[in-house]
Structures are given as C-alpha cells and as structure tokens.
C-alpha cells in the first residue's frame, strides 16, 4: 500500500508563503491537497496528476485556492509540493495530502476519489 509523509506548514502573518511537502513511496494517478479548518468540513485544495505520460502535472485547483496556491511535482519521482502565497487568516487549518486513483479521467477534488492519506500538517495564518 502506498504510504505519503508530509511537512511543511507551520505561522505566518497575512500576505506571507508556505510551501507544504508531499512525499509517497509511489506515484499512482493523482495526488490531492486537502485542508480543515476548526469545524468546517475537508475542503479539496488542490490535485495534480502524477504518472508517467503527457498528462503528468495536469492540475486541479479549489476556488479558494485559484491564483494563491500551486501545486506541482518536477518529476514523476519527485516530491509534491503545494506553494501557499498571500496567505489570509481564513487559510488557517490542517492541511493534508492524499494520494489517489482517477475519477472519470480526473484529478478531482473529492475526499471520496483519495485511499491513502497524509497526517496533516498545521498553517496557520495570523492577521
């Protein structure tokens, strides 16, 4: 079974950067970014397709996260890193990444879609 460690993450003002680290011992599919704030429900941040094949890098970004954060992997054995800029305090959360099959061809951003899951890491974002 695949098995994904993360790091990264921790307190800055607003406006400031993070990068989070997403590491498996393989690549299959898709790799997702996931947060939770205090009672709020897990939010699909970002997902990036992560096999070998024209489609590698292929990205799927959240509303909240579009023109703030990026997703990205160099290579198909590379790490999977999600670049968090202009952070604001509503970002503040446990952050997690996930690694997952396809749904209809797709990297989305359903829990449901992601099997192996990071522990999460915390971001949090002061005002």
């Known amino acids: 079974e695949v098995q994904v460690v993360q790091s990264g993450g921790g307190s800055v003002e607003a406006g400031g950067s993070l990068r989070l680290t997403c590491e498996a011992d393989?690549?299959?599919?898709?790799l997702g970014w996931f947060r939770q704030a205090t009672g709020k429900e897990r939010e699909g941040v970002a997902s990036?397709?992560?096999?070998?094949?024209?489609?590698?890098?292929?990205?799927n970004y959240g509303a909240s996260a579009k023109g703030r954060f990026t997703v990205s992997q160099d290579n198909v054995k590379s790490p999977v890193y999600l670049q968090l800029d202009n952070l604001e305090p509503e970002d503040t959360g446990l952050y997690f990444c996930?690694?997952?099959?396809?749904?209809?061809?797709?990297?989305?951003?359903?829990?449901?879609?992601?099997?192996?899951w990071g522990r999460g890491t915390q971001v949090t974002v002061s005002a």
């Open positions: 996930a690694a997952g099959g396809l749904m209809n061809g797709n990297c989305g951003l359903r829990a449901t879609q992601y099997r192996t």
């Open positions: 393989q690549y299959n599919y898709c």
């Open positions: 990036i397709y992560t096999s070998r094949g024209p489609s590698h890098g292929t990205t």
